[in-house]
């Protein structure tokens, strides 16, 4: 069983901001394949279903991003999920440009606070991850603030279709592995960015 993880933050002010692209994500694969994250538990809203025939579990942490990791790790101890092999965390990323996906294997927080807890309350960093790019912050903005904010209307059409972008990648994780939605999706991003370079 796999338990795929969307990070944000509980409250409707807290919506469509690029800090819930976790949620969104969740919310995408949950329709999709017609599982309902209404149960409440673990610090969270979760629901039970299959992806492309592998059962998963879908969380979204109610902890607020910060302490995630209390949501994630009172999950994976109940249902003996092995981080390594079957847990897919979903997040933000200031340092990907706006709509861009990076699917790893392991890794640093890489200075997001969401991640930075779970791997603090998990003891390892070896656990995949689906990063979405939300873009860099202006010089003069404060990170939280821009975090919390939300999309122009351009950028909002490039995250709905990264969104979707996540949730194809989240299918050949599942069904293929890390490595080949690394292959896939990873390498798919640099290309498009070479003519820009030239």
């Known amino acids: 069983m796999f338990c795929i993880v969307g990070l944000g933050n509980p409250e409707r002010k807290y919506e469509n901001t690029r800090h819930n692209i976790g949620f969104d994500v969740i919310?995408?694969?949950?329709?999709?394949?017609?599982?309902?994250?209404?149960?409440?538990?673990?610090r969270a809203l979760f629901g039970k279903g299959a992806v492309e025939g592998?059962?998963?579990?879908?969380l979204k942490p109610q902890t607020y991003m910060n302490l995630s990791g209390e949501s994630v790790r009172e999950?994976?101890?109940?249902?003996?999920?092995?981080p390594?092999?079957?847990?897919?965390?979903?997040?933000?990323?200031?340092?990907?440009?706006?709509?861009?996906?990076?699917?790893?294997?392991?890794?640093?927080?890489?200075?997001?606070?969401?991640?930075?807890n779970i791997i603090e309350h998990l003891g390892t960093e070896k656990f995949q991850r689906i990063r979405i790019g939300v873009g860099?912050?202006?010089?003069?903005?404060?990170?939280?603030?821009?975090v919390l904010g939300r999309f122009s209307r351009e950028d909002r059409e490039k995250i709905d279709e990264s969104i979707a972008e996540a949730v194809k990648a989240l299918e050949t994780m599942l069904t293929e592995g890390a490595d080949a939605a690394m292959n896939k999706y990873n390498r798919k991003k640099v290309a498009a960015h070479k003519p820009a370079q030239e």
């Open 84 to 116: 390594e092999e079957e847990l897919i965390v979903i997040s933000d990323d200031v340092s990907l440009e706006v709509g861009g996906i990076r699917i790893r294997k392991k890794g640093s927080a890489g200075g997001h606070n969401g991640l930075k």
């Open 27 to 42: 919310d995408a694969i949950a329709e999709k394949y017609s599982i309902a994250v209404r149960e409440r538990g673990f």
């Open 136 to 146: 860099e912050k202006p010089k003069e903005w404060d990170l939280a603030d821009y």
């Open 54 to 58: 592998q059962r998963v579990i879908l």
């Open 75 to 82: 999950i994976t101890d109940y249902f003996k999920i092995d």
